[in-house]
């Protein structure tokens, strides 16, 4: 059970270009959902999803999709990156219901140039 | 939407001593407010959490109360030692409604051998 796993661990990416950041889970979750990290702040919402084929917006939505194909996998794409896409990211999952804690995967730290 | 708001921003304090942190929610939807614990470079780990048909919860040194009516939320750790040191977040989110979570901007806690 390796719980829920980014890839990758760092990356540098030059403005403009794209990437996907992975995530996946093995714990059976139905709720996923990816945060920005940036320094000295909390987590910010990206986007999440509640099950297979259902996406929305959080806080922080744009220059950046989602999809949800399978309830294990939940990649983040950067379409075009830029500098202020510099953070740190986080995707987590839980249980819907009464099963609540949400587990984090290890991050990805990101930084445009 | 939610904004959750959390003080102090860095907290000092001796060994031994106990540690409060506060945060406040704006959303009276709010039904879940879990706390986590980031250490430097590794993910948000969940330390406690508390729902809001219950006023207190305790585990071991740490401990939460919660204040429906007046909206916020502390976080209390007594006897400190330094491996508590790290940053804490708290949250909000609705049960049942995907798990997004809002967080509160960290408290740095330093505990002082």
């Known amino acids: 059970n390796a719980g829920v796993t980014q890839t990758p661990k760092f990356q540098v990416l030059k403005t403009g270009q794209s990437m996907t950041l992975q995530c996946a889970q093995d714990m059976n979750h139905e709720y996923m959902s990816w945060y920005r990290q940036d320094p000295g702040m909390g987590l910010r919402l990206i986007h999440y999803s509640v099950g297979a084929g259902i996406t929305d917006q959080g806080e922080v939505p744009n220059g950046y999709n989602v999809s949800r194909s399978t309830t294990e996998d939940f990649p983040l794409r950067l379409l075009s990156a830029a500098p202020s896409q510099t953070s740190v990211y986080f995707c987590a999952s839980s249980y819907g219901g009464a099963g609540t804690e949400a587990f984090f995967g290890q991050g990805t730290r990101l930084t445009v140039v | 939407g939610e904004n959750v708001e959390q003080h102090p921003s860095t907290l000092s304090v001796q060994e031994g001593d106990s540690a409060v942190i506060k945060c406040t929610y704006s959303d009276s939807a709010s039904n879940y407010f879990p706390w986590y614990k980031q250490e430097l470079g590794k993910r948000p780990q969940l330390i406690i959490d508390?729902?809001?048909?219950?006023g207190e919860k305790k585990d071991q040194r740490i401990a939460v109360t919660l204040n429906k009516t007046a909206k916020h939320f502390s976080l209390h750790i007594t006897e400190t030692q330094p491996e508590d040191s790290a940053v804490y977040f708290c949250a909000a989110s609705i049960l049942n409604a995907g798990n997004m979570l809002t967080f509160g901007g960290g408290t740095r806690l330093m505990v002082k051998p």
């Open positions: 508390i729902r809001s048909n219950v």
